[in-house]
């Protein structure tokens, strides 16, 4: 079946990195995302890696795919306080099946100042 | 800017009393989404329209419906709401096609509340 896994709340100071971490069942897969809602807000897509991929960076974010593991995150340099918010994780079987995104519970980013 | 709007962005409503949740998109996008998301949950989808085709998600409980009578619009329509259907609901919009990943577009929700 689908299921995506994250942990709930991570807790870091400004400035440090910060990694969110998620777990996925469906090994079929061919996009995985990350995506932030801010309170009160729709999702906004982060960004994406395709599933042969290991790596993708993007300026602050790096994601890492451990395709054997189905262990999929995102890592933050030098985090700030706007960089508060949920972050999901989510799995897409790609535009074949309509790009139905299967999410993952969320993860709560509290940046300390 | 184009974007996808979502309207009103609070509603309230009585218990069994039937109430609509409105999507707007200017992206001209061949595909609508509508998502249920419940306190501190992930997403869940209920349904998508690919152009006029509905594909509703196998359970999507029937008190749900949806319209699409244009491109640019999409209307979720709850019949009979219960409390437990008090949510976010969320609307996405897709190009299908035009992409090789599907990046979807999210409006800002609509946060229902029954009474």
């Known amino acids: 079946g689908e299921d995506v896994e994250q942990s709930l709340f991570l807790s870091v100071r400004e400035g440090d990195s910060s990694v969110i971490n998620c777990t996925y069942t469906?090994?079929?897969?061919?996009?995985l995302y990350w995506y932030k809602q801010e309170p009160g807000a729709g999702l906004q897509l982060l960004t994406y890696i395709f599933s042969n991929m290991d790596m993708k960076q993007d300026q602050r974010l790096t994601v890492l795919l451990n395709k054997k593991d189905k262990h999929l995150s995102l890592r933050i340099a030098d985090t700030q306080t706007g960089d508060s918010a949920i972050y999901f994780c989510?799995?897409?079987?790609?535009?074949?099946?309509?790009?139905?995104?299967?999410f993952g519970q969320g993860t709560t980013l509290q940046v300390k100042p | 800017d184009a974007m996808v709007i979502q309207n009103p962005r609070y509603q309230v409503t009585q218990f069994g009393k039937p109430v609509t949740l409105s999507c707007s998109q200017t992206l001209n996008h061949n595909v609508m989404y509508w998502y249920q998301q419940k306190s501190s949950q992930a997403p869940k989808l209920l349904f998508h329209y690919y152009d006029k085709d509905f594909n509703n998600e196998a359970d999507t409980p029937d008190n749900f419906q949806s319209r699409r009578p244009n491109t640019s619009f999409c209307f979720l329509d709850i019949r009979s709401p219960g409390l437990g259907d008090a949510a976010m609901y969320l609307c996405a919009t897709a190009g299908a096609g035009q992409m090789s990943y599907n990046e979807q577009f999210f409006g800002p929700g609509t946060r229902l509340t029954v009474l």
């Open positions: 469906d090994s079929s897969s061919t996009y």
């Open positions: 989510a799995e897409s079987m790609g535009p074949s099946n309509t790009g139905k995104l299967i």
